[in-house]
């Protein structure tokens, strides 16, 4: 700041009093509110665009020049700020403002101030074009400018450029949809599983369930959601000493359970479950699958039944043949004594000693 300003001695023959030591003071608040102002106004960092009560620009910052491509003297007293924003965003927002107000707004430089013209608050985002014709979306805070009777002398348009703001909720947008894929994903294979699943906290709580799960129980996914997983067998006890078994071993296999629904009905079922953690691998719960083995129990007793029905046959089986065997050493035995009788006779009367009589030979020979 100049001496002369700083040094009450030059600045007037009273400088000294106190008076005149105020008017310094003052003096100095008001360069330096002036300083401060011309600081903002002339910022690199945003717009600053002031016109006259029908639109025209007077006023186009440092800042504004920066964003927009133009210089302060290509558009002061030439053309208002409708003419650098988007004609399509213009229009939309006059309908909009119709709408909302109840009276007619025009679309053009209108639009922009309607609001502040009203002393309503406005901040808005529309595109600012550049001079080279390239875009950019900026946030836009109208101000009116009145005189010492409060009537509207101008409007202040202060506008930041949105761009780097944009293209973040734009890769946010992009991350969330890539969630939302994922998510999607898992959530058709949980769904296209065959297999009944689940998952539970560690108190045994369900959190989530397939369709599957909810056919099982005859409940649907809501009602399954914060309720106990016990109280979905028919041995609530076993139920939970699985759920037990599965923290304790870390996982489970062909644990048998039996399910019962809403209705009654009841399904056998092979429970399979793991515990699960979080990227910090902490526990979050158990993940199981539950898969209906009623079927397979069905056959299995069935087989088991065809199986004794075939020992007991075999059994039976191999009694016949050992009293087969017993009848036919007896029948050999029986039968051995006189066959040996008829053939020592036989023998005899081959050998012709002593030799047959002719009656013997005519009516009783059994040799030729």
């Known amino acids: 700041m100049p001496k002369e300003i700083r040094d009450p001695a030059i600045l007037s023959p009273a400088a000294g009093t106190a008076e005149g030591i105020t008017e310094v003071r003052r003096q100095e608040t008001l360069l330096r509110t002036g300083a401060l102002q011309s600081a903002i106004f002339n910022s690199a960092n945003f717009s600053s665009i002031a016109t006259d009560a029908e639109g025209v620009i007077q006023i186009f910052n440092v800042g504004a020049e920066r964003m927009l491509g133009y210089t302060a003297a290509e558009v002061m007293n030439k053309i208002t700020p409708a003419d650098i924003s988007d004609p399509q965003e213009l229009i939309a927002r006059a309908k909009s403002l119709s709408v909302e107000l109840g009276t007619l707004i025009t679309p053009g430089f209108e639009a922009l101030v309607f609001k502040a013209s009203r002393e309503i608050e406005d901040i808005y985002e529309l595109t600012y074009i550049r001079k080279d014709g390239s875009r950019f979306p900026a946030v836009v805070s109208v101000t009116a400018l009145r005189d010492a009777q409060d009537a509207i002398i101008g409007y202040l348009l202060i506008g930041t450029d949105n761009s780097a703001r944009k293209q973040v909720e734009e890769e946010q947008k992009k991350l969330d949809q890539r969630l939302r894929d994922q998510q999607f994903y898992t959530r058709s294979l949980i769904e296209s599983n065959i297999d009944a699943l689940m998952t539970t906290d560690p108190a045994g709580i369900i ?147 002593p030799p047959p009589t002719p009656s013997q030979k005519g009516k009783h020979s059994v040799i030729p």
């Open 207 to 353: 959190t989530d369930v397939n369709r599957q799960m909810e056919a099982l129980t005859g409940c649907t996914r809501d009602e399954l959601i914060g309720a106990p997983f016990k109280n979905y067998f028919t041995d609530p006890e076993r139920a939970e000493a699985s759920i037990k078994l599965v923290l304790s071993e870390k996982k489970v296999t062909n644990y048998e359970l039996t399910a019962r629904a809403r209705d009654g009905k009841v399904t056998v079922v092979s429970f399979n479950a793991t515990t699960f953690y979080d990227r910090d691998r902490k526990l979050q719960g158990v993940f199981a699958a539950a898969r209906d083995v009623t079927e397979l129990k069905r056959f299995e007793e069935t087989l088991k039944e065809n199986t004794i029905e075939l020992e007991i046959a075999k059994t039976a089986a191999e009694e016949a043949n050992h009293a087969k065997s017993e009848f036919l050493s007896s029948m050999s035995h029986e039968l051995r004594s006189p066959l040996n009788a008829i053939l020592g006779f036989a023998q005899l009367m081959e050998s012709d000693s």
